[in-house]
């Protein structure tokens, strides 16, 4: 009887430290021409709580510039219910040079669990006027939308990754703007650009 | 600022928001502040709440509204927090936590700002909101960053309450945000069910 109780106690405790949150949220990463930026990162605890990560500015010649970036990452752990929240804005984009535009782009990332089930999206995620190759977008991106960039490489609009096996564990990424840079001639990658980018997860 | 004056200008600000809360809706009950503590830990004789909220995301229209603005519309703001009742609980409904709270809509304060609060007061609700168990209320000081003007320093803000309906939270998870008031005397708020993210109501179990 005592084994079985010492058994229980064990699993329980097993289960409770099992359970993790992680979020991540930034403005800006560009790896391009062999150099590496990238704006402040909020990191979430793995045990919950709250981070932030912040500039007025930030720029990369050719490559990309916004102004007030505002990442943010939030979580708790419970025996009961867990969930992260990462949200991630930026102001007066411009990407590649001018090929995209947005007078606001923000990325929202949620995961969760209760005591029966969980989930995660990217519900909140968004462009205020976005501008592709001069076009002006007027409706709703729909997650995963692909656009050519001529002379630069292609962009994936509202990039929505689901992450987590949906029984034990749950997680979303959302890159807003997720540009790969190509040859002009090989068509090989050389660089990325991600604008806009938050990541939260569950697991229990 | 020493903590005194912090306090004492916290719970001023506080009873400054319920009377401005009452004027905004009359249906409010008016309750007197410690009607909205939660039986919680006791310390020194001091109550504090026996939760804590968590929550981030995305708020547009006005409650009982849903959904997000169009993709021309600046007429949104973002946030995220951590509020719970102060670990030592000097003085009922303590609290600790942060929030950071971003509008983007032109036409309100400053054009724009960026918030960056620090909670020092946390309890239930007495908005009405308190017949949902999973609700909270929390308020303190902090630096607003208008989009046109200087930096605003110690400025009260109080969340009315932040609830956590059910999950997800989108459509059903909402929160309520005071500001103020501001260097123009005004206040600002939004009030509205999310639009993205989510808002989550744990009760303190020592190990949390």
């Known amino acids: ?204 | 600022m020493n903590t005194a004056r912090h306090l004492s200008l916290a719970l001023g600000a506080v009873a400054a928001v319920l009377i401005a809360a009452a004027c905004h809706d009359a249906a409010s009950p008016q309750d007197t502040i410690t009607a909205g503590i939660l039986p919680g830990h006791n310390k020194g004789g001091s109550q504090c709440a026996d939760f804590r909220l968590t929550g981030g995301g995305r708020v547009d229209k006005p409650e009982p509204e849903t959904g997000k603005s169009p993709p021309s519309s600046h007429d949104f703001a973002t946030f995220g927090f951590q509020a719970r009742p102060d670990a030592a609980c000097p003085f009922d409904m303590a609290g600790s936590g942060n929030i950071e709270w971003n509008e983007h809509l032109e036409t309100q304060y400053g054009g724009g700002f960026a918030f960056h609060g620090r909670v020092t007061l946390f309890s239930t609700p007495n908005d009405g909101t308190e017949t949902n168990p999973q609700c909270g209320r929390f308020g303190g000081f902090g630096r607003l960053n208008p989009h046109n003007g200087p930096t605003e320093e110690d400025v009260s803000f109080e969340v009315n309450h932040a609830c956590d309906v059910d999950e997800p939270g989108v459509g059903q998870d909402h929160i309520y945000m005071r500001i103020g008031p501001l260097a123009d005397g005004s206040i600002y708020f939004r009030h509205s069910l999310l639009s993205g993210g989510n808002i989550q109501w744990h009760r303190l179990t020592g190990n949390n």
């Open chain 1, 1 to 204: 009887m005592t084994t079985k109780i010492l058994l229980a106690l064990t699993l329980l405790a097993g289960a409770v430290q099992a359970q993790t949150v992680t979020g991540k949220a930034f403005g800006t990463y560009v790896n391009a021409a062999g150099v590496t930026s990238q704006s402040p990162v909020a990191t979430l605890p793995s045990s919950g709580g709250m981070a932030t990560g912040q500039a007025d500015a930030f720029g990369v010649a050719g490559a990309v510039d916004a102004s007030r970036l505002n990442a943010v990452t939030t979580g708790a752990v419970d025996n009961k219910k867990s969930g992260a929240e990462s949200t991630s804005e930026l102001e007066q984009v411009s990407v590649a040079g001018g090929a995209i535009t947005a007078d606001v782009v923000t990325a929202v990332a949620t995961a969760y669990f209760g005591q029966f089930t969980g989930g995660s999206d990217g519900e909140g995620s968004g462009f205020v006027n976005l501008v592709v190759n001069g076009e002006a977008i007027t409706t709703e991106v729909a997650p995963n939308t692909r656009v050519d960039l001529p002379g630069v490489g292609y962009a994936i609009l509202n990039e929505q990754i689901q992450t987590g096996n949906g029984v034990t564990s749950w997680g979303m990424t959302v890159n807003m703007i997720h540009v790969v840079l190509q040859d002009a001639l090989t068509g090989l990658t050389t660089g990325e650009i991600i604008i806009g980018s938050a990541s939260s997860s569950v697991a229990r």
